[in-house]
């Protein structure tokens, strides 16, 4: 079986229970960490995927194959939000009046990281209580430093059929290359910020320094950016402006619902595929996903030198001249690099 991305065979399972019986005073966290070194399950960057294996663990006792020592604490704790003071005063200017807008990365425990867990808890209606695995955050702020905007760029979907089907790859592949990918999983245009255009423009500028920025944080690069947009709420026309391309909408499910039971609303999904030199140790659906990102430019910026005398229609023409013209090239491609055809 396959359990947080690991292969564990009947002698792993079995190993690990006598562990457990001849290390009665070992707590879980020595027992995830001991498993690592031993396995050598690192990240990309050297470090012990201690986290990973504990998941691994509890989901193996949830399945009833172990039995772990008791829990020092509760998991799941949600992280304590500090209220932190800051301007609410308006703005409501130019882009070229607020100039020129600083992005951020934000990297450790600190003010700047206390700051944004405020406003993000405080006001983006899903909160921001933590976030597990490999991330980046950012914040925005004009030339007075003042806070404009908040992205948290998190772990890609495990599997979403309009994403998949984009992409073209099985399961097996799938699972060797997600960590190709992020997710945009919060967009925070703080709610007394009104300046026009100012949501592509952030958006655009952090995804241009995203790819370096994941490779000197994790040591692997990204090939892929998605986001989901509640329907229900948003339009996604700051997505649309970035270039970034709607693939397809979720089916009202969340990754929660194992018996196909829960209801939640619909989402279109947004890609953006990076592009940039193709390396040759990546895999072939990978290199393919790239050389999707590079035909994608090709193709809007013919699109923008039509367009120039219909600034009002933009939005829509670009998407069904992509539709068009993309699928005819990705096809192509796909069926002379794999000698099949690609959906």
Known sequence: MTIQGRDLSTDDI?????????????NRTR???????????????????DMACRSMLRKLEQREFLILPPAQKSGNRARRIKDIEHDTDPIQSSLRQIGPVEITMITGRGDTDDLFHCLMDRYHYLGCHGH??????????????????????????????ARDRFIGWDIPTRQANLKMMTNNTRFLILPWVQVKNLASYILAACVRRLRHDWHQRYGHDLCLVETFVDRSRFIGTCYRA???????????????????KLKVPVKDLYVYPRKGPIDPTLTSVTRF???????????????????TW?????????????????????RRFGKRQFGKQVA
């Open 132 to 161: 597990v695995g490999e991330h980046i955050k950012y914040m925005a702020v004009d030339s007075r430093q003042r806070p404009l905007a908040c992205l948290l760029f998190g772990s890609a979907a495990w599997k979403t059929a």
């Open 289 to 307: 996903v790239m050389v999707r990102s590079q035909c994608v430019e090709k193709i809007l910026d013919r699109t923008r030198s039509r367009l």
């Open 310 to 330: 219909k600034k009002n229609l933009r939005q829509r023409i670009v998407v069904e001249i992509f539709r068009q013209e993309s699928l005819v090239i990705f």
């Open 14 to 26: 079995e190993f690990i229970r006598h562990l457990i019986k001849d290390r009665p005073d070992w």
């Open 242 to 260: 970035a270039n970034w391309l709607c693939i397809g909408q979720t089916k009202g499910r969340s990754r929660q619902d194992r018996h196909k």
């Open 31 to 49: 027992l995830s960490k001991h498993l690592c070194q031993l396995w050598d399950w690192r990240t990309d960057t050297g470090l012990l995927k």
